[in-house]
């Protein structure tokens, strides 16, 4: 594969269906506390039972989208991933889980519970990856709600093949990401060099409630503003203080507006510094020692222009594959790579290099 010579590394790709696969790789004693759909309309918001408690879903189900005219059943095979990676010259996608399997990590209560599914998930993506080595590979999920089963889970999931941590940008509830219970945590992440990957999805994330009845408007503000919001706490809540090491991918946020945010978190810190007093570097200085941002540039018109603000090595390849706002196999890649206004340096760094350095692929 790769594109005149340079590798290419999807850092966003997503599989589907997790939650069905729970079942087959759940231990036995958790199978019948399994997440339940429960019935609903199609004019009401889903119901799923987790442990013992409903989730509300941030959706009606008739606004689900679909993507008929591409994605067939076929695509969503290890053997149809890769068949669509070749269109685009795409060496290989990282895969993370689908929004409902994060959301319900996020959602459970009972850390033995949440423990149990992080196993279930991490195992279905091991396999699933295993279906194509050198091609696929993946990054895992741990529970968040307790500090000694996530370590735990951490070390067995980077055993079993995973390059990063998949978490929703929202907080576990009761939680801020500055509270000390994340610390040990994070001190593991910088210690096996483990990046945290953000990935906003429905559940809990801004306009979730506000915006229920329309999709439309609780999607334009959860997926971005919610882990702009996230980042912030990072850069400025002290985290990246205490922890200098640990690493952070923004995925499905968009590259452009990052430049207006840091400036107008940089402003801040200058004016108010009385009010981050932890606070000893300039946001936009850990940002570019600490944090990558997933380009996605067949939906975000201004990319080519936060490339040369933000730099090439800030940037990696983010094509949210197969969701239904993504582009078609073989219209992936090629905004980037036929781009005359990214250097050929540049290029090669967000298609490949940033994300094979950052995961240590050894590609």
Request: proline share 2%; charged share 20%; glycine share 8%.
């Given at each position: 594969m790769a594109i005149d010579g340079m590798k290419v590394i999807d850092l966003d790709s997503h599989l589907v269906g997790d939650l069905e696969s729970w079942g087959q790789t759940v231990e036995a004693k958790y199978k019948e506390f399994l997440p339940r759909k429960l019935p609903t309309k199609d004019n009401e918001r889903r119901k799923t039972l987790v442990g013992n408690q409903i989730m509300v879903g941030s959706e009606l189900g008739r606004q689900k989208a679909e993507k008929k005219e591409w994605v067939t059943e076929a695509d969503l095979t290890p053997q149809g991933r890769v068949r669509n990676m070749d269109l685009d010259g795409i060496d290989v996608a990282v895969l993370s889980p689908n929004s409902p399997a994060?959301?319900?990590?996020?959602?459970?209560?009972?850390?033995?519970?949440?423990?149990?599914?992080?196993?279930?998930q991490n195992n279905y993506m091991n396999w699933y990856a295993s279906q194509q080595q050198g091609r696929l590979m993946w990054a895992g999920v741990i529970p968040l709600q307790d500090t000694k089963e996530a370590i735990k889970e951490l070390h067995r999931s980077r055993e079993l093949g995973s390059k990063a941590l998949n978490v929703k940008a929202t907080p576990i509830p009761g939680k801020e990401w500055w509270d000390p219970h994340f610390d040990p945590i994070f001190d593991e992440l910088e210690k096996t060099k483990t990046p945290i990957i953000?990935?906003?999805?429905?559940?809990g994330s801004m306009g979730h409630e506000r915006f229920a009845n329309n999709f439309f408007f609780s999607h334009m503000v959860g997926r971005t503003i919610e882990s702009m919001v996230c980042l912030m706490i990072y850069l400025c809540g002290?985290?990246?203080e205490k922890h200098p090491d640990l690493k952070i991918?923004?995925?499905?946020?968009?590259?452009?507006?990052?430049p207006w945010w840091l400036s107008r978190m940089d402003e801040h810190w200058e004016k108010l510094p009385h009010l981050v007093p932890w606070q000893k570097r300039k946001p936009s200085d850990?940002?570019?020692?600490?944090v990558y941002v997933g380009c996605e540039p067949f939906e975000d018109?201004?990319?080519?222009?936060?490339?040369?603000?933000?730099?090439g090595d800030r940037l990696v390849l983010a094509t949210d594959s197969p969701h239904w706002d993504s582009s078609q196999p073989g219209l992936v890649t090629g905004p980037v790579a036929k781009s005359t206004k990214i250097s050929q340096e540049n290029k090669r760094k967000v298609l490949g290099e940033n994300a094979i350095n950052?995961?240590?692929?050894g590609l």
């Open positions: 994060l959301d319900i990590l996020w959602f459970a209560d009972d850390p033995e519970l949440a423990a149990a599914y992080a196993r279930a953000f990935h906003d999805t429905k559940t002290g985290i990246m991918i923004c995925l499905e946020t968009g590259a452009s507006q990052m850990i940002f570019n020692e600490s018109g201004l990319f080519e222009w936060a490339v040369e603000y933000l730099g950052l995961l240590g692929l």
